[in-house]
C-alpha cells in the first residue's frame, strides 16, 4: 500500500520545538519534492514549507520563515518538519505530500491541489 504517514505532532507550550516526521511506504521519495500543509480550525489549509527532491531547495510560507525548517533523509524515505519558536497560532493539523513529477518545488506548490490526504499530525501550541 502506498502511503505518507505523519508523526511527532503534540501539545507544546509557546516557544516550544517539535520535530515532525513523513515517512513513505510502499514507494520512495527520492525522486519528488515534497510539500508540508497545514489547516487549522475553520481555516483553508495552507502550505507550510517544501524540498526539493535533492533537498537542496526549499520553500517556506512567510508566517513560518526562520522558525521552521525542512529537510530529507531519502535512505530513510522520511522528510522532516523542525518547528521552533513555536506560537498558538501554528495550531493545526499538518499533513505532507508528495508533489509527483516535481523535482522542484516550483512557485505554485502552496496552491497544488491533491486527491486524497493522510491523517496529518496534530499540533496544538498552547500554555
Known amino acids: 500500500q502506498l502511503q505518507l504517514v505523519e508523526s511527532g505532532g503534540g501539545l507544546v507550550q509557546p516557544g516550544g520545538s517539535l520535530r515532525l516526521s513523513c515517512a513513505a511506504s510502499?514507494?520512495?521519495?527520492?525522486?519528488?519534492?515534497i510539500a508540508w500543509f497545514r489547516q487549522a480550525p475553520g481555516k483553508e489549509r495552507e502550505g507550510v514549507s517544501c524540498i526539493s527532491s535533492s533537498g537542496g531547495s526549499t520553500n517556506y510560507a512567510t508566517s513560518v520563515e526562520g522558525r521552521f525548517t525542512i529537510s530529507r533523509d531519502n535512505a530513510k524515505n522520511t522528510v522532516y518538519l523542525q518547528m521552533n519558536s513555536l506560537k498558538p497560532e501554528d495550531t493545526a493539523v499538518y499533513y505532507c505530500?508528495?508533489?509527483?513529477?516535481?523535482?522542484?518545488?516550483?512557485?505554485?506548490?502552496?496552491?497544488?491541489?491533491?486527491?486524497?490526504w493522510g491523517q496529518g499530525t496534530q499540533v496544538t501550541v498552547s500554555s
Open positions: 510502499g514507494f520512495t521519495l527520492d525522486y519528488n519534492a
Open positions: 505530500q508528495t508533489l509527483v513529477g516535481f523535482f522542484v518545488c516550483g512557485s505554485s506548490w502552496s496552491k497544488l491541489r491533491f486527491a486524497s
